[in-house]
């Protein structure tokens, strides 16, 4: 071979690796650790996406993400976002994390971030103290619609531990994907 083509193979190698490496994958029954913060118990397997490193969350579902999604989201720092924006969408409204947010603030900061994702509303329902493994938190339910006027339900639960911000949203179609995987 030459020297050329050596260097191609070097290239390639790597990039053929990281492309089988970073698809979508089964995870579960049984206990998934997405992240070394926390890990969750799987009763049914669940397609996990490629991590979200920049935003610091991980999704998976079991029916599509549009019909049923489970975001996992742990240390996010003070000033980041939950939703990354290319930088044409400069002008666009993202809510940032503040590490001196409260409770209610947190709620609020998930529901915006929601928003500016895709649901054009959202109410919000049954808001109450809860725990996040052994941190105190926040946990509530929400129902709204998406763009396309398809109304779909949710529920989530966070905490700070420190000045970062640890989460867990459920959402999928009101009409029976949200009741379908809910107890999951």
Not at 76 to 81: E, F, G, P, V
Request: glycine fraction near 8%.
């Amino acid at each position: 071979m030459q020297r050329k083509q050596y260097i191609s193979l070097l290239f390639l190698f790597p990039l053929l690796w990281l492309v089988g490496c970073v698809g979508p994958a089964p995870r579960g029954p049984g206990p998934y650790a997405p992240n070394h913060v926390y890990s969750v118990t799987l009763g049914k397997t669940w397609t996990a996406y490629p991590q979200n490193r920049k935003v610091r969350t991980q999704s998976l579902t079991i029916d599509g993400l549009q019909l049923n999604q489970l975001i996992l989201g742990y240390g996010l720092r003070n000033n980041a976002s939950l939703i990354r924006t290319p930088r044409s969408f400069s002008g666009l409204f993202v809510p940032r994390f503040r590490s001196s947010m409260t409770d209610v603030e947190i709620v609020e900061f998930i529901i915006d971030s929601l928003k500016a994702a895709a649901m054009a509303e959202i109410n919000v329902t049954d808001i109450k103290p809860d725990y996040f493994g052994t941190l105190k938190g926040v946990s509530f339910s929400f129902e709204g619609t998406i763009e396309t006027g398809l109304p779909y339900s949710g529920m989530a639960k966070a905490a700070k531990e420190g000045d970062r911000l640890h989460f867990i949203i459920y959402h999928a179609p009101s009409e029976y994907y949200y009741e379908l995987h809910k107890q999951e």
